[in-house]
């Protein structure tokens, strides 16, 4: 009995370290790949328009809101579902957009990923409002969007990534050649290496105390029989 809780608390810890080691490595998808270089030849996918460095910080905000308009759309096409698809895969390649500086420093490893991410939610929007049917909350976003862009001559702002295009069939991963000379990009990334840890330590002592509690308390079988009344 005590071995086959001894094995299943060391199961438990097992599942624990493959998931935080999953989890980890989820979050770091395009550790292995290439960020996009220029290619010849048709698109894989869809062909997504270059935006500016500008352009990107005000649609980065509305990302959220035109994926679930997206989601809401009572007639899909398989360009919107492309579209929608990328900039989803594109965002969790981004480290959903939680490395410092990945939008507005064009040093950072993540600002080219960032550019595809964004770059897609805004011909995401753009596709949805050329589509059949009342699109006027659509229309309303794009209206909301250029008022921010006209409001600022900043929001016109170039970078070195923003005349590159982009192909919704490839999934940009961050520039890892940059790595070593942004400092908050290697402070986020330890940061999560020690979350890692501390969840796995966390877990282990956790499958730990659940054993020695299961060791010294017996089964409702070992207890001993109460002793009949005379």
């Known amino acids: 009995m005590k071995q086959g809780r001894r094995t299943s608390s060391v199961g438990g810890w097992r599942s624990h370290l493959i998931i935080a080691v999953s ?60 579209l929608a698809g990328f900039v989803s895969l594109q965002y969790f390649a981004c480290f959903w957009g939680l490395i410092p500086g990945s939008l507005t420093d064009e040093a950072s490893p993540f600002n080219e990923c960032s550019h595809a991410y964004v770059a897609g939610t805004r011909d995401l929007l753009a596709h949805m409002i050329a589509m059949p049917g009342d699109q006027s909350s659509a229309k309303a976003l794009e209206a909301q969007t250029e008022a921010e862009l006209a409001s600022d001559p900043i929001f016109s702002t170039l970078c070195s990534n923003s005349r590159q295009g982009f192909d919704s069939g490839i999934i940009v991963g961050p520039d890892w050649s940059l790595l070593l000379a942004h400092p908050p990009t290697i402070l986020t990334l330890l940061a999560l290496i020690i979350l890692v840890v501390l969840n796995l330590r966390g877990a282990w002592l956790l499958s730990r105390r659940r054993l020695a509690l299961r060791s010294t308390t017996p089964s409702v079988r070992e207890q001993p029989e109460p002793t009949p009344l005379s």
């Open 23 to 82: 989890m980890l490595f989820a979050a770091c998808p395009s550790a292995w790949a290439h960020h996009q270089t220029v290619r010849d030849g048709p698109n894989v996918g869809i062909a997504i328009r270059p935006i500016t460095h500008g352009e990107m910080l005000i649609i980065a905000s509305y990302r959220t809101r035109i994926l679930e308009l997206a989601a809401r759309e009572p007639r899909t096409d398989p360009t919107l579902r492309r």
